[in-house]
């Protein structure tokens, strides 16, 4: 909110770094959810009382915050007219947002391109971690959404290894050194950091692409552990968001949100019934110009498991030969995976949180449950 109240107050605001998608995103919800209350303390020039903050992070805000009814009429006006292109009517001068755009984030970088940013320039300029920079950006001249970045590996703050992707799974498995990857094959990032020679398996997952002289070029794809199993297979993310993705494309203006998937035995462990061998896929949607509640039919729900099943061979395998059930889909209320990351983080303004695509843990499972949208027969 604090954030939000300062960049409205800032007319000529020209650069927003939001470092992953969904961040963005949530920043602007929270611009949408509080229109009201955030125009009336630019006015007042002062954080409301209500607001659940610490008393030197009030006194400092304060101290900082100006009184401003001309910018606060400005806001208010065009928070008014609603999301679509929001950004460059709220902020004229901005030219760049910097964020993450690719892999598990895309979902979050095409609902900003389709209303919020709709006409302002995004670039995720590089791949980074905690334990140092991973890549560059190879073109940062290319918007980072209508066209997945490509990174040069930055091995200059960390040494890097990477492990083949068929050996993932393995306690010890082999690594390889940048100069024996192999262009189309895809690897597990592994970091030894310069502050303590910490060796880490990073857990992001990339595809060599080409080459910029002798270095692989690459593309991120998904989060290692986030594969789903219930008879021996591998289901990855990536799989499970390219099948949305190509459902989405026939469902007619409604969006993909946000999802998690679990095994069948993860919930068979809650409640002690039997569910059968087969996956279950919790999935937020929603309209980009209408706040009324978006349903998914029978048949909508039925084309994510059709298109996973020609993406994912063993998959579709098992489930032509019937060792694998359909895939159950439970469709959850609007604002349950902002609620997720909040349980998850526990109230903490965790700017690097990721929803879990493979999710086993039972109280985030039974909160899942619990927000099902139900339809009445």
Request: hydrophobic residues 35%.
């Amino acid at each position: 909110y604090v954030t939000a109240l300062f960049s409205l107050a800032e007319r000529n605001l020209q650069h927003i770094d939001s470092l992953l998608a969904p961040v963005c995103l949530t920043f602007f919800k929270t611009i949408e959810q509080n229109a009201d209350q955030l125009v009336s303390d630019i006015r007042a020039g002062r954080l409301f009382d209500g607001l659940d903050v610490d008393d030197d992070v009030r006194r400092t805000v304060n101290e900082h915050l100006k009184a401003d009814p001309k910018r606060a009429d400005e806001v208010q006006k065009e928070l008014g007219k609603g999301s679509d292109n929001l950004a460059l009517r709220l902020w004229p001068c901005l030219r760049v947002v910097l964020m993450a755009t690719s892999g598990e984030f895309e979902a979050s970088a095409r609902l900003l391109r389709a209303s919020f940013l709709k006409e302002v320039f995004v670039v995720s300029a590089a791949h980074g971690a905690t334990e140092g920079s991973i890549g560059v950006i190879l073109d940062p001249s290319k918007d980072s959404i209508t066209e997945t970045p490509t990174y040069a590996f930055s091995h200059s703050t960390a040494f890097l290894e990477f492990i083949p992707e068929d050996n993932i799974g393995e306690e010890n498995p082999k690594t390889l050194f940048l100069d024996q990857l192999e262009l189309g094959h895809s690897y597990e990032i592994v970091v030894t950091n310069t502050n303590g020679f910490y060796r880490y398996r990073l857990g992001d997952v990339i595809r060599v692409t080409g080459y910029f002289n002798q270095d692989p070029l690459y593309k991120f794809l998904y989060r290692s552990g986030q594969l789903l199993s219930v008879k021996g297979e591998k289901t990855s993310s990536a799989d499970f968001y390219e099948a949305l993705r190509s459902s989405e494309r026939e469902w007619k203006g409604k969006h993909l949100v946000n999802f998690s998937a679990t095994e069948s035995p993860n919930l068979e462990i809650m409640d002690g019934m039997m569910k059968g061998k087969c996956y279950f896929l919790f999935i937020e949607v929603a309209y980009l110009d209408q706040n009324k509640t978006c349903i998914l039919s029978k048949e909508e729900k039925q084309m994510i498991d059709e298109h996973l099943q020609r993406l994912a061979k063993v998959y579709g395998v098992c489930r032509t030969n019937g060792s694998i059930g359909p895939m159950q889909v439970i469709q959850v209320k609007q604002g349950t995976f902002a609620r997720l990351k909040d349980i998850t983080t526990k109230g903490t303004n965790n700017q690097q949180y990721k929803t879990p695509r493979a999710l086993r843990n039972p109280e985030f499972l039974a909160f899942l449950l619990e927000r099902e949208i139900r339809i009445s027969p």
